[in-house]
Structures are given as C-alpha cells and as structure tokens.
C-alpha cells in the first residue's frame, strides 16, 4: 500500500470559539488580522463582536467584505492589495467557502507576490504565506480542510489552485455561527458536502483507507442530520453535526478528490452564476445513476452505512437504495431541482458540455469514463 495523508493541523470545534479568535490569531504570531467576508455575512451581524473582541486585548481586526460567490480572479487580486495596503500580518476567513478561499489566496499573495494565471493547477504556488484562520459559516465545502481555492477567470472558466501552503493553520467550528442561516443555503451546502464525502469514496485516484474513513463518517453526521437543520434553523446539535460532517467530508476529498459531480457542476456556477452547492445538487444522482453500472460495490458499501438494515441484500440491491434515498433527499430540499428551473437555456447545453470537458482533472476521478456524448446526456437528463 502506498498513501499520502494531509489536513489541517490543528482543529477547533466549539460553541462560542469564534470569540475567542484572538487567542487563536496570537497563538499563530497575529496581531494585525485582516478578515475576509462577504456582505451578506457582515450584515449579520456576527462580525462585529469578534472584531469588539480583538480590540478589548489591544490587537487590530480589519474586515474585507467585498468577496463575491465563486470569487472572481478581480476580487480576489483587490483583497489581496487591500491586505497588502493594511500591512496585516494574519488573515481569518469567516464566511462560507467563497470567504474562505479568497483568504487563502490573500495569506499566500500578499506574503508571496506571484502572478496568480501561473499558480492554477497543482503544486505551482509557492510559499511563505501568512498565518491563516478558517472560521466555516455554512456546513458545505469544507474549504477550513482542504489545500484548494477555486477562483473563476475572466473567461468564465472556475479554475483551482491546489497546494499544501492552503491548509489554513487552525480551523474554527463554532456551530452557533450557522443559526439560522437560510432553508435553502443549509440545504445547498448540506447536499454540497453528501456530494464531497460520496465523490471520495468512490474516487478513481487516491482513494485510500483514511479517506475512506472520514467519507463514510461525514454521511453518517450529514444524512441524518440535514433534514432537521433545513426544517429548523435553531437547532445547535444538528448545525453543528452538519459542521463537522462539512469538515470530515472536507478531508476526505482533500485526499480522495472529487469527480464527474463537480467537473460537470463548474460550467454551471462559471456561466451562469449559481451558488456552487445548488450545481452540485442539480447534477448528483444523474452522475450517480450513470456511475451505477461500475460503482455499485462502492455505492452499495455506502449504502449499508447510510441506511442500517440492508446488510444482508446483494450489492445492487443496497446500490440501488443508496442512490434512490439520494435522490428523494435533493428532491426534499427547497429550491430548483432541475436545469430548467435554475434558468438554464436548453441550447447552452452542448456548451456547457465542451466546456466539462476542460475539467479533466476532476474527470479522471470518476469511476466511469465521461467524454462529451455522456457529459451532454447528463445535463439533458438533469434538465
């Protein structure tokens, strides 16, 4: 057996942690942080405190809260500068994974100038970085465990950067951050990280026993949990289950990574701008109807884990029930539940497709071959 093994080394898991960031910024040589957000989050409310926080111990926190979903390769380049600008000598991203990808790529760019065009792909970027903090607000993409940061170009195209310098140096899991946050964002990054934990699992490449390991435990916090934190937003056991199942499923495809699910989802989030976990959604059980025919002893594994009582039926069997639960969850959960729906134009199809096809870094994961004739047949299906 040969397996390589990385996440985030040091890990916090707590209600009301996000108090105590100071403590946590020191701890890592900050004292000038520079927080990176959005508006929808700073307007919250949540912000403040932590930012009253710092103050009350002498230590400065300024907020960035210009990150777009899907960041832009614009925003992300402007925070960078601004952190720049503020001379910060720590970076917290607070957010969900769009705040948190953009404060990766500022603690990396404003320690270590490199031309962003030339970082995308795997093993390009180049240290030192800043000490970072990643303090997850949505349980979805599990970005606070991952070394990637996915920025969309200026041609569209949602393109990652993967290195071990985007390990932030602590995560945060304060579940009291995640109350009630909207039906639809917890159903989204809910399904958004099933879809991590279940793309690991069955990866072609990497998949190894560890990653195994934090796949089958994320679907055994996330499927039973996700319904009660959509119907219940003031839930904190099950917001902050859904929290740590975002993080394992996190790990999980860090090691394992993902497949045909978001290599197919991306063109939908570059183009026309939906919220990365709704892509994800809308393509899960068309991709895993056609990864059946070759993943059905990995589905059905998955399945006995899922739904306890199937262990005595034969693979296909418990296959088949895995993916049929699947699907009457997505189609439980309150928003658009087909291509159509989500104001997607039938004749972009066959572009959406050659432009799937540019994602063969994910495609390669997959356990069933996907060229354009098969990419075009999943999203006619899920149209």
């Known amino acids: 057996m040969s397996l390589s093994f990385e996440t985030t080394p040091k890990i916090v898991c707590e209600h009301g942690s996000a108090q105590r960031l100071h403590e946590i910024v020191t701890s890592v ?21 932590v930012v009253d926080a710092f103050a009350k111990v002498g230590q400065e926190a300024i907020v960035y809260a210009d990150v777009q979903a899907d960041p832009p390769e614009d925003v992300v380049l402007a925070a960078v500068e601004f952190a720049i600008q503020h001379k910060v000598d720590a970076v917290v991203g607070i957010g969900g994974g769009s705040s948190m990808d953009t404060a990766k790529l500022v ?20 240290g030192p970085r800043l000490p ?28 990652g950067i993967v290195s071990p310098l985007l390990y932030p140096d602590v995560a945060v899991l304060d579940g009291l951050l995640t109350l009630g946050l909207p039906r639809a964002v917890t159903a989204m990054t809910g399904i958004d990280a099933m879809v991590h934990a279940i793309e690991a699992y069955a990866s072609r490449h990497k998949k190894n026993l560890l990653s195994d390991m934090f796949a089958v435990k994320a679907l055994n916090l996330l499927y039973p949990n996700i319904r009660r934190a959509v119907s219940d937003g003031a839930d904190a056991h099950a917001r902050e289950q859904m929290l740590l199942g975002s993080l394992l499923a996190g790990i999980a495809f860090a090691n394992a990574p993902v497949a045909a699910v978001h290599a197919l989802a991306y063109p939908l989030g570059g183009h026309y701008g939906l919220p990365h976990g709704l892509t994800n959604s809308l393509m899960l059980v068309p991709v895993l109807r056609f990864n059946e025919r070759v993943a059905t002893p990995l589905y059905a594994e998955l ?13 296909a069997a418990v ?7 699947i699907a009457t969850l997505v189609r439980e959960m309150p928003y658009a539940q087909t291509l159509r729906e989500a104001g997607i134009p039938a004749g972009s ?35």
């Open 107 to 126: 603690a990396l760019l404003a320690k270590t100038k490199q031309p962003i065009a030339e970082i995308y792909g795997i093993g390009l970027a180049k």
């Open 349 to 383: 199809l066959p572009m959406l497709a050659t432009d799937a096809m540019n994602v063969k870094r994910l495609l390669i994961n997959n356990p069933r071959d996907v060229e354009y004739e098969e990419a075009l047949a999943l999203y006619q299906e899920a149209f």
């Open 132 to 159: 970072l903090i990643q303090v997850p607000t949505t349980a979805g993409t599990g970005s606070e465990a991952t070394p990637i940061s996915i920025v969309t170009t200026p041609t569209h195209e949602k393109k």
């Open 29 to 49: 040589g900050g004292s000038r942080v520079l927080m990176v957000t959005d508006k929808g989050m700073q307007a919250t409310g949540l912000i403040e405190p």
């Open 303 to 315: 399945g006995r884990v899922m739904l306890p009582g199937l262990g005595s039926l034969p693979d």
């Open 319 to 325: 296959s088949e029930a895995f993916v049929g639960a």
